[in-house]
Each structure stands twice: as C-alpha cells, then as structure tokens.
C-alpha cells in the first residue's frame, strides 16, 4: 500500500517577539506514527501545529508533504488533513448535529444523517443531536469537534490538546481511538501532557530545552 | 464508545464537490443569524431610527427632506450596513470556526462569498426592500422609488463585499470597529456618490440608468476581486 502519510520537517526554527521558540528541529511523521509534542506553557506548541499545518511560515527550515514542500502541495496536503485546534471549531448557536455536518461539508466530506448520528453516539453525545452548543458543556463541545474523528476519513490527525475537558471515560476512549488510528495506518500529531496507558506506542518531542 | 470502528483510513466519506460545501456554509450562516434574531434587526431599526429622527431635528418641510430623501437614505444605509460588518467573522474567529474554513480543501474565496452573500440578504436586502416605507417619511417623490430600490440592492451588495475585505483584515483585533469604518469608508464613497446619483436623477426626471449601471460595474467587479481579498485578509490576521 502507498505512503498516505509523510511529513517532514527540517531545521524548523521559529520567532515569536524577538524570542526564538525553537531553532533546529527535525521531525518525521509517517504511516502509523503517534507523536506527542509536550513542553511548557508557551514553548510554542500551538505554533508548531501551526507551522505544521501550514497556517503560519516558519522563520527557518522548510516543511516537506511527500516530499514537495508544504506550500506548493497545500490541496494535496489539506484533503488529508484533519485538525482539531485549540479552540473546538463549534459554534455556540448551532446544534451538535449542525455543527457536525457543517464541519464535515468544510472537510468535503458527505455526512448523511445516520453518519452524524452514529459519530455522536461514539463520542457520547446520543440524545444531545438536537441541542444547542450553547447549552452543552465545555467537555461535550470538545467532544462534538472529537466526533470529526469518526466522521471524517483521513490519514493525518493534528490535534492541539485533544484531552482538555474531557472526562476520564472519554479520555480513555480518545486514547483507544488515537491508538487504533496510528494501528490502522493513520498518524496523530498531538500536543498534550496526557500521559498515554499504552505509553511505549507514542513518540514524544520535547519542546523549550532543545531551543 | 468503539474503538475499533477503523473506518478512518478506508472508503468511508464519500467527497462532496464545492457547491455542496457552498450550500453547507450558507445553510450554516442563515440558521445562525435565526437564532440571533436581535442582530438582523439592528440594521433596519438603525436606518428607521435614523430617518425618523431626521425630520424632526431639521423640518418637516415636504420641499426640503425630498431634496435631501435620496442623500439621507443612501448615508443611513451605507453606516447601517457598517455596523452590522464588525461582526461579520468575530464569532467565527473566536470558537474555531475560522480556522477549520481556513483549513478545508475547498477554495477559501469561495467559502468567503459564501458567506457574504448571506451577510447582503440578511442586512443589505432588507434595506432595499423597506426603503421605500422610509422614502415615504421623508416625502420621496414617486419617481425615485424604484430606482432607490434598485441602486441599494446593487450598492449595498458592494458594501457587504468590501466591507467583508475591512473585517477580515480587522477580526483578529480585539476592537477593530473603528479601524474598519477607515478601512473601507473610503471604498463605499464610490457606492454611495452612485447610488445617490441614480435616486436623484430619477426624482428630478433624468435617467437613473447610468449611475445604475456604474453601481452594477462596481458590483462585478467587487465579485470578482473581493473574495480573493477577504481569503487572503482572513490568512493574514489569523495568523497574526
């Protein structure tokens, strides 16, 4: 089977205020792989995401998707991408079930109702179909934007702290379903402290000290 | 809670082509402004505040507000469609909902227009239509109203379009009302020189038509640039 994922980063350096959050760092994901980005507040996690996914250039270094750099190959690259940032892309007015087929329709991807509704049933959001965001807790909002992961078929996950408000059952499963994807061939490229149970599988990069 | 639903790297989630997205988006955008309510409503009331106001400051002489009708509908219009812009993207930017746009493989201009054409049929359209119960309050001559219809639905799609540009650079400001007023009030004169133009030719029995035309000319080509320019000012203050 062909390489679904490659990304590669090389010599990545980035500036923020006149400060540098990292220089020279080397990452490699692929097929398979789980990697979580840790380091303290403000050691440029989310900007590494960032840079990651293309949403912001990096001072130095070059980013690579298969290869060809990250810029040139944007609609090859964003049609494998899913990415859950920090804050969850729901939208207070809007009900699970909207917000669900909305983001899906953004992803271009055809959700047909049966689709959402087994998606939020797997993140523990059956019977709350109907209600507004507004309405729900911060944890269960985290969990209709966690629902994309079972909606939306792609190799690549981005998450920016996937496990913040969730409760211990639904950090089990992410673990799990972080887990399957990676076994499945997919890769997850996260930042969190979340300690993993089946830690061995996980790659971790430490950020702040390498700087 | 499965685990193992393992679909994530198989045929699941068949590919949707762009106007399905497009219809998402405006599916998105109208049922939003439904549940708001209060902010579809500003503009009109700010623009019958306005025009109710007036005759009582000034006179209520018939002569001197249907010399001022045209001009004074057109400015309340053009500053009610500015009010309703500052928010044009805010709540988008502020849950996430931006960046996931930004993120999809759908053209981001298009997503944009998107989302401004309902902007224009929920604010700019309204306008257009109630007009002319307002023309009445300030004693518009019979000729003027369809053409005072005409060049507000024209020219406040115009507005919504450039105004759009002015708060896609603005949204990741924390209060960027004032700096989009100067960002884009310069760009609506234009619409507004026209747009009053063509209501004034038709009271005083010339023609309406070519200012109406020049207020469409603007309208293609604010279709065709401003969608590349809100894409590309959404990337920039995003990420700023």
Redesign the interface.
């Known amino acids: 089977m062909a390489v679904?994922v490659s990304l590669r980063a090389s010599r990545l350096a980035c500036e923020r205020d006149d400060r540098w959050l990292f220089r020279a760092l080397d990452l490699r994901v692929e097929d398979g792989d789980i990697l979580r980005i840790e380091g303290a507040n403000g050691s440029g996690k989310t900007t590494l995401l960032?840079l990651l996914?293309g949403?912001?250039p990096p001072t130095e270094g070059r980013i690579e998707w298969h290869g060809e750099p990250l810029a040139r190959s944007r609609?090859a690259f964003?049609?494998q991408?899913l990415?859950v940032?920090?804050?969850?892309?729901?939208?207070?007015?809007?009900t699970a079930q909207?917000n669900l087929?909305?983001?899906?329709?953004?992803?271009?991807?055809?959700?047909p109702v049966p689709?959402l509704e087994r998606a939020l049933e797997?993140?523990?959001l059956a019977g709350f179909e109907d209600i507004?965001a507004r309405q729900l807790s911060a944890g269960q909002r985290r969990r209709i934007?966690l629902a994309r992961?079972?909606?939306?078929?792609?190799?690549l996950w981005i998450l920016d702290e996937p496990f913040t408000a969730i409760d211990r059952?639904g950090v089990a499963?992410l673990e799990?379903?972080l887990?399957?994807?990676g076994d499945?061939?997919?890769a997850v490229v996260m930042t969190t402290h979340h300690t993993f149970h089946a830690n061995g599988r996980v790659d971790s990069l430490l950020l702040g000290e390498a700087a | 809670?499965?685990?193992?639903?393992?679909?994530?790297?198989?045929?699941?989630?068949?590919?949707?082509g762009l106007w399905?997205?497009c219809?998402?988006?405006v599916r998105?955008e109208l049922?939003?402004a439904r549940?708001?309510g209060g902010d579809l409503v500003n503009p009109l009331m700010f623009l019958a505040l306005v025009v109710v106001l007036f005759p009582l400051g000034i006179s209520p002489e018939p002569d001197l507000l249907a010399s001022v009708a045209p001009g004074l509908l057109w400015v309340a219009a053009l500053l009610a469609m500015l009010l309703s812009l500052d928010g044009l993207f805010r709540?988008?930017h502020?849950?996430?909902?931006l960046?996931?746009?930004?993120?999809?493989?759908?053209p981001l201009p298009v997503?944009c227009l998107a989302k401004v054409v309902v902007h224009w049929l929920l604010t700019g359209l309204p306008l257009a239509l109630c007009a002319p119960l307002l023309g009445v309050l300030l004693a518009l001559p019979g000729a003027g109203y369809l053409a005072l219809m005409l060049s507000l639905a024209l020219g406040t799609a115009t507005l919504s379009l450039i105004g759009a540009i002015g708060a896609a650079l603005t949204v990741g400001l924390p209060r960027g009302g004032v700096l989009l007023s100067l960002l884009v009030l310069p760009l609506y004169i234009p619409v507004l020189i026209f747009g009053a133009g063509a209501v004034k030719a038709a009271i005083e029995g010339g023609m309406a038509g070519p200012a109406l035309a020049l207020l469409g000319a603007l309208l293609a080509l604010a279709l065709a640039a401003a969608p590349f320019a809100i894409a590309g000012g959404l990337r920039i203050s995003?990420?700023g």
Not at chain 1, 85 to 94: E, F, I, K, Q, Y
């Open positions: 679904k960032k996914t949403q912001l609609e964003l049609s991408l990415y940032g920090h804050a969850p892309g729901v939208s207070a007015a809007l909207e087929a909305w983001a899906a329709a953004m992803a271009g991807v055809r959700a689709d797997a993140v523990g507004p934007a992961l079972e909606l939306v078929p792609r190799p059952e499963w799990r379903r887990v399957a994807h499945a061939g997919g | 809670m499965s685990a193992n639903s393992g679909g994530s790297t198989t045929g699941r989630g068949e590919e949707i399905a997205g219809v998402a988006q998105r049922k939003i549940r708001r709540g988008d502020e849950d996430g909902s960046e996931q746009m930004l993120l999809s493989p759908l997503l995003v990420n």
